[in-house]
């Protein structure tokens, strides 16, 4: 079994940046790829960007393409996520997921352990 944990997100203003990182325990990390998921109230959970199990591979929304960076450290057992240019539609809470085989992929469903969460609010 693993476990995530995000931290990082908070209230800022628009155009702001905040650094959102998920620890993971529990299993081997560095098996896995990783990806950040969003959910606004009353919308379905969304894709923002993915990161392959060494790092070398990343896959990004458009919507968030140019602002936002995925990163992982294996040796620290975390994923990162950079996001930069804020702006209120980011407005979301930010889950990380990893995914135990296969290619980083956009989809909910392909993910198979996921962290509780951690909240964004840009202010206009």
């Known amino acids: 079994q693993v476990q995530l944990v995000e931290s990082g997100g908070g209230l800022v203003q628009a155009g702001g940046s905040l650094r959102l990182s998920c620890a993971a325990s529990?299993?081997?990390?560095?098996?896995?790829?990783a990806g950040w998921f969003r959910q606004a109230p009353g919308t379905e959970r969304q894709f923002v960007a993915a990161?392959?199990?060494?790092?070398?591979?990343?896959y990004y929304a458009d919507s968030v393409k140019g602002r936002f960076t995925i990163s992982r450290d294996n040796a620290k057992n975390t994923v990162y996520l950079e996001v930069n240019s804020l702006k209120p539609e980011d407005t979301a809470v930010y889950y990380c997921?990893?995914?135990?085989?296969?290619?980083?992929?956009?989809?909910?469903?392909?993910?198979?352990?996921w962290g509780q969460g951690t909240q964004v609010t840009v202010s206009s």
């Open positions: 997921a990893l995914r135990q085989r296969g290619r980083i992929t956009p989809l909910v469903r392909d993910y198979d352990y």
């Open positions: 529990g299993r081997t990390f560095s098996n896995y790829a």
């Open positions: 990161i392959s199990w060494s790092g070398a591979s990343t």
